[in-house]
């Protein structure tokens, strides 16, 4: 064929491929001289709440826009080599998600007469428990239809002066979408001088409980072959059940079987974790504060040693005496520092001065770009592209404050195991006696006192 002919063939159907974003190439082809480029994954599940980066080309059985042809043809994305027009089309940017329930209030502390009293003033009873660490109920009402919530709020307050009565605030986990992994623990255990299964000496195997609030979990994990975990469900059965993804990744750091992919800071450990969240749209999981300090309360009574909190939200006086209360039990608080940014308000339950607040840092022992920082801060601890289990199955790479309170929190257990009796003022002290200064000399707002040292803490712990 003349090559005038074949070039007047090949410039309409580029024209097509380039309208579509996209230039096909029969495979082996030298056309532009590019070559696709596949990118493998360490994980082999699709969680839908993790972001990921995939490359490479694809194969498709007919042509769709954006997306290319069947019959052997591989898609190459032109994008970024070839500038888009620019139109007049403003992004929205997404809207904020609520901070709170938008017609509900929570208290502790009613009488009898009290909540009568309310619900003859259009206040409706949505829920209530017996807490046992107050030894009263928290209740949950509907707000008066035609009320403003704090117009209703202040009403609730002036029928009911000596209850604590709040919004019903939401608390989310605290992640962020993930990067690579430089090996298949991205480092992050070795950093600290976390010792493999095979490695810690027999005084440092710890035999306390640890108690865990977070979403759902997958039990069928390889990740939890073997491993001693109660996991209960304590949110309404008529709401959406939470995603598995952050409660998995988190369980699986704390407690993954040794023989997994992902096996726990301290693998096989005992888990009483408690799925306290639920869904709502495609990808916000929340909590709200009634079921959190409920959950807070049943693992109490549980008597577990610590409790890994890998959650944030904002200040509410019914988390706070519920903090206060397992605090006076001897029982130790972990909490996530959060990912809202250097210049972001303190997170709650962190920032309670009875709680171990955790930042993260990557491999290099810097600080995590988006954790947030604080005269709060006590610790860091590896929370950048942590390896961890997936939802389904296998593993991947995990960001955020979340993934490096679990290895406090395990450090903790370490402490307790050695002498069950010490109490959460000792505790600390050991934990800030043994770590490495990574910012101003002592405690400063960026990493706390410093880098969780953990072969320091398990010669402490014997």
């Given at each position: ?38 990118e493998a994954f360490a994980d082999d599940d699709d969680d839908d709440n993790d972001r990921g980066g995939s490359g490479g080309s694809e ?404």
């Amino acid at each position: 064929m003349p090559t005038t002919l074949k070039l007047s063939l090949i410039a309409p159907l580029a024209a097509v491929a380039l309208v579509a974003g996209d230039i096909l190439v029969p495979p082996g082809s030298g056309a532009l001289g590019l070559l696709a480029v596949s990118e493998a994954f360490a994980d082999d599940d699709d969680d839908d709440n993790d972001r990921g980066g995939s490359g490479g080309s694809e194969r498709s059985g007919a042509y769709r826009p954006g997306v290319g042809w069947s019959g052997g043809r591989t898609l190459l994305p032109l994008r970024g080599l070839f500038p888009r027009r620019s139109t007049s089309r403003r992004i929205r940017a997404p809207a904020p998600e609520p901070t709170q329930a938008p017609d509900e209030i929570v208290g502790l502390g009613f009488a009898p007469a009290q909540l009568h009293e309310l619900t003859g003033a259009g206040f409706r009873i949505l829920d209530r428990g017996r807490m046992a660490t107050f030894d009263t109920e928290i209740v949950k009402l509907r707000i008066p239809s035609g009320s403003t919530l704090n117009a209703a709020r202040k009403r609730a307050q002036v029928l009911a002066p000596e209850a604590v009565i709040e919004y019903n605030h939401y608390f989310r986990p605290e992640q962020r979408p993930g990067g690579p992994c430089a090996q298949g623990d991205c480092l992050a255990r070795t950093m600290i001088g976390w010792p493999t299964a095979h490695e810690w000496p027999g005084a440092c195997i710890p035999t306390s409980t640890i108690g865990l609030i977070d979403t759902a979990i997958n039990p069928q994990h390889d990740a939890f072959a073997g491993s001693a975990i109660e996991i209960i469900r304590l949110t309404d059965e008529e709401l959406p059940g939470s995603g598995r993804q952050h409660g998995t990744a988190v369980a699986a750091l704390l407690v993954g079987s040794a023989a997994s992919r992902t096996p726990g800071l301290i693998p096989g450990g005992k888990l009483i974790a408690v799925d306290a969240f639920h869904r709502a749209g495609r990808q916000d999981d929340r909590s709200g504060v009634f079921d959190l300090v409920r959950a807070l309360d049943l693992l109490a009574a549980r008597k577990v040693q610590v409790i890994n909190l890998s959650l944030a939200g904002p200040p509410n006086p019914l988390l706070e005496q519920t903090v206060k209360k397992v605090d006076e039990q001897g029982i130790i608080m972990v909490a996530a520092a959060g990912n809202e940014g250097p210049k972001a308000e303190p997170v709650y339950p962190a920032a309670y001065e009875e709680v171990i607040a955790v930042t993260a840092t990557d491999r290099d022992k810097r600080p995590y770009r988006r954790a947030g920082r604080g005269e709060h801060i006590d610790f860091a601890a590896p929370g950048v592209a942590v390896w961890t289990a997936a939802s389904i199955s296998g593993a991947r790479p995990k960001t955020g404050t979340s993934f490096a309170a679990p290895f406090v929190t395990a450090a903790v257990a370490l402490l307790k195991a050695s002498n069950p009796e010490i109490p959460p003022e000792l505790i600390r002290d050991r934990l800030t006696g043994n770590v490495e200064d990574l910012g101003d000399p002592g405690k400063d707002p960026v990493f706390g006192w410093g880098l969780l040292n953990a072969r320091a803490i398990c010669g402490t712990a014997r």
